[in-house]
């Protein structure tokens, strides 16, 4: 199945930033045509200045201009035909006029500029864009108004054009700018596509764990996965080790009812007693495997544990359930009463091997404990056939057995290897004085 995202987090992404380049393109192009435009309008000024003197000269040969100090003295020189000057009125009427303004029949031009006119500002006159330029002080009094017009026409023209190209360069710019945008943000988020469909990946078994080559800024995530995957791995394994446990725990206490209720030496009110006992310790062995697939192990209480007392009773209930075969039973404990333990996990480390060591004896079993300066040490031997050499290491193993030609699932020693070791311990097997198997566990003192 491809996988796919298609998160809000993406298109607020893309969006944002598209947001982000449009206003940014805006914001250029405005700049740009205002830079235009300043420019413009500095070139304009530069060549009004230039023009002045011939303003002046033409302003004085009609005498409309009495302060000879308000301008330059004026040269001798052809009139600037670019220019066009007017003095108007108050009532926006004109006073004065130049030649090239005579010429170019603009007799009521005064009546389309008005009086508080910027010192520079572009107005229409018979569909023709103007310059119009305010001298300011250039008359006696303040009713009066002097402006210098040039027709733009041309200008504004080449502008529009300008404008054109830098808006259609500005539209390139947004385009180019949002499609390598989008290109890198889907190669950004190409790592978390491919998270995502290594996790559906994992979902349907088809996959064990997530890759290692993500970009370092995805390690953490990715690692942080990879741990959840293994605890629930882990987890899933437990719950189903509990369960087969569970089964192998609860077929030997079944098998005990079993030959209590075959048991006709035995009252009704001893009879019932028994089963309740019988049906106590299932009842708690489930309670145990429960919890012990839920939290581990690890995460079940630890306590000191009296071994006689457990000792009797399982081998009082295995005495029943092979009441064919007499066994003698001995026990040692004197130099090392009790375990540190849990009552249930004791009860189902000696339950295991109990059993084995009454399936497979002949007539005696040994319990005993003992206590070295590092470690206590719990053995269990019968005078049954042994272990062969060559399965000693890989009877603990689940499925593993020995024996291949009685029934049993190859659980119960597995079961006390993951016990003994989740309190740092270790189980062996060795050959025994009574010439059958010695199943040997030590436990650290310090742990």
């Known amino acids: 199945m491809a996988a796919k995202i298609s998160s809000p987090i993406h298109k607020r992404v893309i ?75 108050k009532e926006q009427d004109i006073i004065w006029m130049s030649s090239e303004a005579k010429k170019a029949r603009l007799d009521d031009i005064c009546r389309h500029i008005p009086a508080d006119i910027p010192e520079l500002d572009l107005v229409y006159y018979q569909e023709s864009p103007y310059a119009v330029h305010t001298i300011s002080g250039a008359t006696h009094g303040i009713e009066e108004h002097f402006f210098v017009l040039r027709n733009v026409e041309n200008q504004v023209e080449k502008f529009a054009t300008l404008k054109r190209k830098t808006w259609f360069y500005v539209a390139l710019l947004f385009v180019g700018a949002t499609g390598l945008l989008y290109a890198a943000s889907y190669w950004s988020f190409s790592p978390l596509r491919k998270l995502a469909g290594e996790l559906n990946e994992i979902a349907e078994s088809r996959r064990e764990k997530l890759d290692e080559d993500y970009p370092p800024e995805l390690e953490d995530v990715t690692d942080a996965l990879n741990r959840m995957i293994t605890l629930r791995k882990a987890q899933t394994q437990r719950y189903r080790h509990a369960m087969d446990d569970l089964a192998h725990s609860l077929k030997s206490r079944l098998a005990a009812t079993n030959a209590l209720l075959d048991d006709g030496t035995l009252e009704r009110d001893m009879m019932s007693k028994r089963i309740i006992e019988q049906v106590s310790q299932m009842d708690d062995m489930v309670q145990y495997q429960l919890k012990r697939a839920l939290l581990g192990q690890q995460g079940l209480m630890r306590e000191s544990t009296l071994l006689q007392p457990q000792v009797d009773s399982l081998t009082g209930m295995f005495i029943k359930i092979y009441g064919d075969k007499p066994v003698d039973v001995s026990t040692d404990f004197k130099g090392l ?39 206590y ?54 050959a025994s004085d009574l010439e059958g198997a010695a199943f040997i566990m030590r436990f650290p003192k310090h742990r």
Do not use: M, W
């Open 15 to 89: 969006s944002t930033s598209i947001g982000i380049i449009l206003v940014f393109s805006i914001a250029v192009g405005v700049l740009l045509n205002q830079l235009y435009v300043q420019n413009y309008s500095a070139l304009y000024a530069a060549d009004l200045v230039s023009a002045v003197p011939d303003i002046i000269r033409e302003l004085r040969q009609d005498k409309p201009l009495k302060r000879k100090d308000t301008f330059i003295e004026a040269q001798n020189a052809a009139t600037n035909p670019h220019y066009l000057s007017f003095i108007c009125s």
């Open 337 to 375: 009463s009790s375990l540190p333990l849990n009552k249930a996990d004791l009860t189902e480390l000696l339950g295991n091997l109990l059993e084995n060591a009454f399936r497979y004896c002949i007539s005696q079993v040994r319990i005993r404990s003992e206590e070295t300066p590092d470690s």
């Open 377 to 430: 040490l719990l053995i269990i031997e019968d005078d049954g056939p042994g272990v062969p050499v060559t399965y000693r290491d890989s009877i603990f193993q689940r499925g593993v057995r020995a024996d291949q030609l009685n029934p049993g699932t190859g659980i119960g020693l597995a079961v006390c290897d993951d016990i003994v070791q989740s309190y740092e311990g270790s189980i062996s097997v060795v």
